[in-house]
């Protein structure tokens, strides 16, 4: 690892400060993928600023919803009372993944602004516009079993590695970030983004924000959830598709309805048509189908992973049937 | 006087070797990098950079005060400075757990956290679980059921799964398998790991 400078403010403004003074710094919270990011020389910071000293690290109720500190551990958040009662789906994609050790270190900040794995990403003797843009994309034409099915462009096929966003995305949740003219408000949809011309650019915080906390609103979502990870093992291993599904259920009627993959894109994947699709329909597999193929329509794979575009379209019908039958 | 000097060269340990003749080659390369530094007029960075930064640590109950460069990782304080090499480093990318230990009485993996982010926190790795000469009740949980073959994961399994149970995790053998899911073990003693942990759990000795 390169050698570099170390600091822990003890205010945001500091922090935002630091980061805005040097544009080579970089936050560090859990720094469990940062500093894996640096010991393989894929990103060098010449300087740390370790935000671990600052107050953002409760989970509250608010009128309306809850807020997340974003220094709150990805372990505390999935096992927290209002989390577990107020948007079960989040505690499961938590715990859904990394291991545990990784999860007791890991941020809810750091888990959105991960980088992708991206085998190509990591590997420093190879060209990857996300790494080193404008020297093109391994992948393409490399072995992208792992990559987007969706969002892609010919500069990159990379997938965000995130469980916990997919929750998000599908909550609705809001992401707050604070910079040198203060608080934004930034819909969770619109924090990351598709790759285009500038893979490079995971999301939309801006280089002097930090992010400070989520906000989660109330939903009717307490019950028919569950979030379905398929992957190469058991447990402990990044999504090849994953499903976030939860419904609102009235009789056997779908009153409302929320989708979102991950594994899939560039970004936490919501399927708004399929979700349309499914409200005021009966609760049954040829309404999960019928939404399966509208939330599919437009994938489209690579040589090795065409796979996933079968594997999301039954991913989406197990999912929503085991959020269906939960008592 | 001799005799004295033969004692203390019986004892020299190849850690002690190693350590010396590291510092010898550093020696011989730190000139050339620093003229190197300064060409390029990186010299007063580097010099920040390099510049240690006090770093007061916990482990396994002993306070220690010293003088770290920021990026050492806590596993690289643990094993090369203060010489705690039951903790081992197998994959260095947070990907196989040999380097779990304990900060503040959590699991956490030590290669992918910085030693200096750890300031005023408490460790514990394998070298504090025994009580003098008595194993911890995993420790011998782990030696009655076989639990490894190689032993090379078996500190970071031994301590994941101390926390496992603490945690409240290990109540189901399916529950202890995803919450052990963080330790790889390659030579594949995992059903004898599930039963020592299980053993230790039922055991209901307070750990």
Known sequence: ?327 | MADEKKHSCQHESRRDFLKQSTLLSALAITPAAMLKAAESGWDEGIASAIEKMPLKIEVNGKVHALSVEPRVTLLDLLREQLHLTGTKKGCDLGQCGACTVHVDGRRVNSCLTLAIMQNGKKVTTIEGMAKGEQLHPMQEAFIKHDGFQCGYCTPGQIMSAVACIREGHANTEADIREYMSGNICRCGAYSNIIAAITDVKNGGKQI
């Open chain 1, 1 to 327: 690892m390169i050698q570099f400078t170390y600091a822990k403010p003890t205010s945001q403004k500091a922090a935002i400060d630091a980061l805005r003074k040097d544009s080579n710094a970089k936050i560090i919270a859990g720094g469990t993928n940062l500093v894996d990011l640096m010991k393989r020389g894929v990103t060098a910071p010449t300087r740390l600023i370790d935000i671990n000293g600052l107050p953002l690290k409760n989970i509250s109720a608010y009128k309306g919803g809850i807020t997340i500190g974003s220094l709150a551990l990805n372990s505390d958040v999935s096992e927290h009372a209002l989390v577990l009662a107020n948007t079960p789906l989040l505690s499961l994609a938590l715990k859904a993944g990394a291991s545990p050790q990784l999860r007791n270190m890991a941020t809810v900040g750091g888990n959105m602004m991960q980088r992708t794995r991206c085998p190509y990403f990591y590997d420093t003797s190879l060209p990857c516009n996300k790494r080193e843009p404008g020297t093109g994309c391994s992948a393409l034409e490399g072995y992208n079993r792992m990559h987007a099915i969706f969002g892609h462009s010919d500069k990159c096929i990379a997938v965000h590695p995130s469980d916990m966003c997919i929750a998000l995305v599908a909550l609705d949740a809001n992401v707050i970030a604070e910079g040198p003219k203060g608080i934004r408000k930034i819909k969770f949809q619109d924090f990351h983004r598709l790759p285009g011309e500038a893979p490079e650019k995971d999301n939309t915080l801006q280089k002097d924000e930090l992010i400070v906390a989520v906000e989660i609103p109330d939903s009717p979502f307490k019950k028919h959830v569950h979030y379905l990870k398929i992957r190469d093992r058991t447990s402990y291993a990044f999504a090849l598709v994953s499903v976030a599904a939860a419904l609102q259920l009235e009789g056997n009627t779908i009153k409302n309805a929320r989708l979102a993959m991950g594994g899939v894109a560039h970004k936490p994947w919501r399927l708004s048509a399929a979700e349309k699709a499914l409200i005021g329909k009966p609760a049954n597999e040829a309404t999960f189908a019928a939404a399966a193929s509208i939330g599919m329509d437009g994938a489209k794979g690579f040589k090795y992973n065409q796979f996933k575009v079968q594997m999301g379209r039954n991913a989406i019908i197990d999912a929503l049937k085991t959020a269906a039958n939960k008592a």
